[in-house]
């Protein structure tokens, strides 16, 4: 499928350290992006559905490096079918799993925890809720696991493993287990701070170090944060990724965003939800984190989108999350909310508002093209001006 977005006032890149691009147009075909900015007019004409932006932003679409998948479109945790579907209409268009731990009776034995994370991760291998992509399959780190059992899974196409939910009656004895999981090629996060639910384990920021994992979840509490000490020393001290979630402290979320700027480790910054979990499903939530950062913490609002975007594909090895030719065609179009106080997507969130979403884009495929079910209209008027395929994208 070849699509083209025209008349768009503004494009922010996904990239931290140069978040807008110059150009008004973006073309994709076959679920990648073609052209970025400035489009020939040949390649819009060629276009099977043309979307006129009305003057409106372009954006990468969000990736949320926290959500907790069980099975198929479905929490068990708050009983809900259809938040995954419900959340790409908050802009999320990429969800990667926090492993499968709200499974009911999940098993916690070395076969069981292999079976979990090799089961889920092929579920949603051709699965797309709403259009999402969703990496599930995130192995839970269990006493007993060797480097073969690590090697095993990996294997079989899983390539997360996470920490801090195991049967370890000490944080520490998860250090040679990280360490085997990354030796077998794994991405390692690790739990953060206090302890979430009764069979999980308060990690402060020295055992954290300690592990070395490529991710610290929910550095800023889920919900409960780290000492504000541990932010500075893991900044210092360690490569590891700082993911906020909004299920956590918002003080702290805003503590670790100076702290990485003033550091120049804003590349290690990324947002995330953490849902559904005992806070709720939360469809806007990264919008929400974005809004805070932009209007509280003072951080001008098109990085703190790379940070819900390209920062995070960065971290995770993803080709989405950056408008630049070759990446993944997962986007979408957001505008000052309708009866705001504000002209612009940008300039309402740096208001503390959410932006409007009126378009989302994944693989290509507009999912929706006017407004999102879950946020207010937009200002402008976004629509599809050509469409030459026997559907609609209303």
């Not at 090697?151 to 920490?163: D, I, M, N, P, Y």
Request: net charge negative; charged share 20%; hydrophobic share 40%.
């Amino acid at each position: 499928m070849k699509t083209a977005i025209v008349n768009i006032g503004t494009i922010v890149s996904g990239d931290w350290r140069e978040p807008l691009l110059p150009g008004d147009a973006i073309a994709m075909a076959d679920g990648r992006i073609t052209s970025v900015g400035s489009v020939p007019d040949a390649e819009i004409k060629a276009a099977e559905v043309v979307i006129d932006a009305g003057g409106a932003t372009v954006c990468p679409g969000l990736i949320d490096s926290q959500v907790h998948i069980t099975f198929g479109d479905y929490t068990p945790r708050q009983k809900v079918v259809g938040y995954l579907e419900s959340y790409l209409h908050g802009g999320t268009t990429t969800s990667i799993s926090a492993s499968e731990v709200h499974v009911p009776g999940r098993p916690s034995d070395v076969d069981g925890v292999k079976a979990l994370a090799v089961a889920a991760h092929k579920c949603f291998l051709d699965y797309r809720p709403g259009g999402m992509q969703v990496h599930a399959g995130s192995i839970i780190i269990e006493p007993g696991l060797t480097e073969a059992d690590f090697a095993e899974v990996r294997s079989k196409g899983v390539w997360l493993a996470k920490a801090g939910f195991g049967a370890f009656a000490d944080a520490y004895d998860y250090v040679p287990y990280v360490k085997m999981a990354r030796d077998a090629g794994l991405l390692v996060t690790v739990h953060t701070g206090g302890a979430s639910i009764p069979d999980s384990t308060a990690i402060t920021g020295d055992m954290v170090l300690k592990m070395n994992p490529h991710v610290s979840f929910h550095v800023n509490g889920g919900p409960v944060a780290i000492a504000d000490e541990d932010f500075s020393r893991l900044i210092k001290e360690s490569e590891i990724a700082l993911q906020v979630c909004t299920a956590g402290n918002l003080r702290t979320t805003l503590l670790c965003a100076e702290l990485c700027v003033e550091h120049d480790a804003f590349d290690r910054f990324i947002i995330a939800t953490d849902t559904p979990t005992g806070s709720g499903i939360m469809p806007l939530g990264m919008v929400y984190t974005i809004s805070h950062l932009a209007s509280l913490g003072g951080h001008d609002p098109e990085i703190c989108i790379a940070a819900a975007s390209g920062s995070n594909a960065a971290v995770y090895g993803l080709e989405s999350g950056y408008l630049k030719p070759g990446k993944l065609a997962d986007m979408m179009i957001i505008d000052a909310p309708l009866g705001g106080t504000q002209s612009t997507a940008l300039d309402a969130l740096k208001n503390g508002d959410p932006f409007a979403i009126a378009s989302v884009i994944t693989d290509g495929v507009p999912r929706f093209v006017g407004r999102s079910r879950n946020t207010p209209p937009t200002t402008r008027k976004v629509q599809v001006a050509e469409n030459r395929l026997p559907r609609e994208f209303g």
